[in-house]
């Protein structure tokens, strides 16, 4: 007899959450299910079922439930989605003109429709364009740090739309934060197995404020955050599909070798191939990096964390030299799939430039010898010292800014981000008392953001004590988009920074609203119990957003009812 670890997931940990489903367990259930026993005979350890009951516990493909849990697996997300879509969708056009950081995006997409990359602007270009009148740009180039994906998104909406409203300007920031409902939903469902949880975290980013005011103005941050998650969930389904082709694999030599791997076979494992799902998340990854260069940091979270998971694999199916034959069988290949690829969908959002005569520094190498670098072609060079430049303008970024806001503040809604905050005279529209407010506050729903950092706390006992892996991945999450700001202590930053890692937040809170829940096989009382108070702090937090929402979507309001909403000094 030999001792062969049957854990869900293969890890030890938690098993994945169900709230309700037939597994019996939730987002906290703790240890394996009694119907499947930690030892198992020799003969059965190298089998297709017991390698996969080690590497996937009782997770179920899509075509095993029955087909009314199916609809529902569609139907839970697309509603949530679908009510995060009012929500950015209605009144998107207030307030008619540029607010914010828009005066720099929107033009510059604008731009981008035109011309194919930036160019100058002659003063009070915001009057005309507020106007409706974007035809005054200049023949000039202009100098910009950002990378062009974002504002090629931005430039997508007015080109459907028009440039001439602000709804063309703001559409693709609100379908592209409404698509990330829809995507943290069905990547909570994956996580959590779980149609309430799933519904939990789609509802839950649909109406914090924070989310919405970034959905519905065109800022770059929103563009970022969806292809970060998107990123997130191609590894999810490369976190499965590559346990499956393992389980597979080893499963067919062992059968080939009378029931058992050969001692060379269980070294280091087997080949897994080309695994396009890590393709893919390359693919989202360069179109994070392409932008806002802060993308790097979840590339390099991302890749590190897929690596993990496939050591581990090995680990769990018996593979000896798991180390070893993780890194070469699955990190090197994991690098190709990732680094280069997202390196060549960056490089491909720069086309504009590349085909451009006039962009800021496309003719810099003509004039500019590069010793020991000569062999590139021009245009490489050019868009080589390009990036030297911004990088150095990103380092020394540090003038002061009424609403700049360290990176420690950001988890407690410390320093939130005024868009937009305008008094309208009585007799305007909406204003029928003496003093009103029309307002735009990037501040999150603090029952929320608050809840979220609580359960930070949960997830790092979860993921060290109880070795939960979903714990650990909402971790790296918020880890990959978080942390790396604490390097640049000098650097003006700002609160809104953090909607690029704003569903992690609402997947640890939603973990968090797992273990409330309870498991299936708990007593009704306990269940019943779990259930109030999980549907009570979602209707809180609706209600809350509802009270907020006016200093979220520039309502007018009277400066009273605006002034009860700020409820820290710093939010004004």
């Known amino acids: 007899m030999t001792q062969t670890s049957t854990r869900p997931g293969g890890t030890g940990q938690a098993a994945p959450a169900a709230s309700g489903d037939e597994t019996g367990r939730t987002a906290g259930g703790s240890g394996s299910s009694p119907r ?24 179920r493909g899509w075509r095993d439930y029955p087909p009314s849990l199916r609809l529902w697996f569609l139907l839970v997300p ?32 604008y731009s981008y429709l035109v011309s194919g990359y930036e160019r100058g602007w002659p003063d009070k270009a915001n009057d005309a364009f507020n106007a409706g009148n974007p035809g005054v740009l200049l023949d000039s180039p202009e100098y910009v740090v950002h990378p062009p994906v974002g504002k090629w998104m931005i430039a997508a909406g007015m080109g459907i739309f028009g440039p001439d409203n602000p709804f063309g300007w703001r559409f693709a920031a609100a379908l592209t934060g ?7 939903s069905l990547i909570a469902l994956k996580l959590f197995r779980s149609l309430p949880l799933a519904g939990a975290a789609g509802l839950l980013l649909a109406v914090d404020g924070h989310h919405l005011v970034m959905s519905r103005t065109s800022l770059l941050d929103i563009f970022l955050m969806f292809w970060v998650l998107a990123a997130f969930g ?5 976190r499965d599909s590559g346990r499956r ?5 080893l499963a067919r030599a062992a059968a080939d070798n009378g029931g058992r791997p050969t001692t060379g076979q269980l070294l280091s494992g087997p080949w897994l191939g080309i695994r396009w799902w890590r393709v893919a998340a390359g693919i989202c990854l360069g179109l994070a990096v392409g932008t806002k260069w802060s993308g790097l940091f979840f590339l390099a979270g991302f890749g590190l964390l897929t690596v993990l998971w496939d050591l581990n694999a090995r680990r769990v199916a018996g593979m000896r030299g798991w180390i070893s034959g993780g890194i070469i069988k699955d990190g090197i290949p994991a690098f190709i799939s990732m680094v280069p ?13 590349f085909r451009s005569e006039n962009a ?12 020991g670098w000569d062999w590139l072609p021009d245009a490489v060079r050019s868009l080589a010292h390009y990036h030297r430049e911004a990088y150095t303008f990103h380092q020394g970024l540090g003038s002061d800014h009424p609403y700049e806001a360290s990176a420690w503040s950001w988890l407690v809604l410390g320093r939130p981000t005024s868009f937009f905050y305008e008094t309208p005279p009585q007799g305007s529209p909406g204003c029928a008392v003496e003093k009103c407010t029309s307002a735009i506050l990037s501040v999150g729903n603090p029952l929320i953001w608050w809840g979220a950092v609580i359960s930070l706390v949960v997830l790092l006992f979860w993921w060290a004590g109880r070795r939960d892996w979903r714990a650990g991945a909402i971790l790296a999450g918020v880890g990959a988009g978080y942390l790396p700001w604490f390097l640049y202590p000098e650097r003006t930053m700002f609160y809104f920074y953090a909607v690029s890692f704003e569903p992690f937040l609402i997947l640890a809170l939603v973990y968090c609203l797992g273990l409330v829940l309870g498991r299936a096989s ?19 937090a609706i209600l809350l957003s509802a009270f907020f929402y006016p200093v979220w979507a520039a309502e007018t309001i009277p400066y009273d009812a605006w002034k009860v909403r700020m409820w820290m000094p710093s939010w004004i």
């Open 522 to 540: 708990d007593p009704p009382w306990r269940r019943r119990s779990g259930l109030y108070l999980v549907a009570l702090f979602i209707a809180a």
């Open 245 to 249: 082709r393992l389980a597979l694999r």
């Open 234 to 238: 191609a590894l999810l389904l490369d």
């Open 360 to 371: 800021y520094f496309r003719r810099w190498a003509q004039s500019n010898a590069s010793p």
């Open 78 to 109: 697309v509603l949530t989605a679908l009510a995060g879509g009012i929500l950015r969708f209605v009144r998107l056009e207030a307030p008619p003109k540029l607010v914010f950081d828009e005066t720099y995006y929107v033009k510059d997409a």
């Open 36 to 59: 499947r026993p930690w030892v198992s005979r020799p003969a059965d350890a190298f089998t297709v079922e017991s390698l996969l009951a080690r590497l996937l516990g009782s997770a």
């Open 341 to 353: 690829v997202a390196g060549l969908v960056y490089a491909a959002s720069w086309t504009g430039w």
């Open 178 to 184: 409404t698509l990330s409902i829809l995507l943290l």
